[in-house]
């Protein structure tokens, strides 16, 4: 069964961090680009970073770039997103999403499979 399962949210203050996990089962991830997506309530789900399977490029909303990052382990079949700077504009359910492709996009529409979400509230 193919299942993603993303860890790490959780509460924490302006300027903090934190690091988000999306595991794998069921598949192999070395052949998939990966993708961390938010939706705050209210707000269409958007890209936030992703990372291909050929190179390891790596893409950032203009809103995260030089406070996230997002990285991959294939040998532990895990995706890693190190948020950093946190602002309470970062507040959403983060979901992990898996494309059987080379190239990653932001793009929502561009993945196959996704993982439940975890929470990430940013709040004095």
């Known amino acids: 069964q193919v299942q993603l399962v993303e860890s790490g949210g959780g509460l924490v203050q302006p300027g903090g961090s934190l690091r988000l996990s999306c595991a794998a089962s069921g598949f192999t991830l070395d052949y998939y680009a990966i993708g961390w997506f938010r939706q705050a309530p209210g707000k269409e789900r958007e890209g936030v970073s992703c990372?291909?399977?050929?190179?390891?490029?790596?893409y950032y909303a203009d809103s995260v770039k030089g406070r996230f990052t997002i990285s991959r382990d294939n040998a532990k079949n895990t995706v890693y997103l190190q948020m950093n700077s946190l602002k309470p504009e970062d507040t959403a359910v983060y979901y992990c999403?898996?494309?059987?492709?080379?190239?990653?996009?932001?793009?929502?529409?561009?993945?196959?499979?996704w993982g439940q979400g975890t929470q990430v509230t940013v709040s004095s």
């Open positions: 999403a898996a494309a059987l492709s080379w190239v990653a996009t932001l793009d929502v529409g561009g993945y196959d499979y």
């Open positions: 990372i291909s399977s050929s190179d390891g490029s790596t």
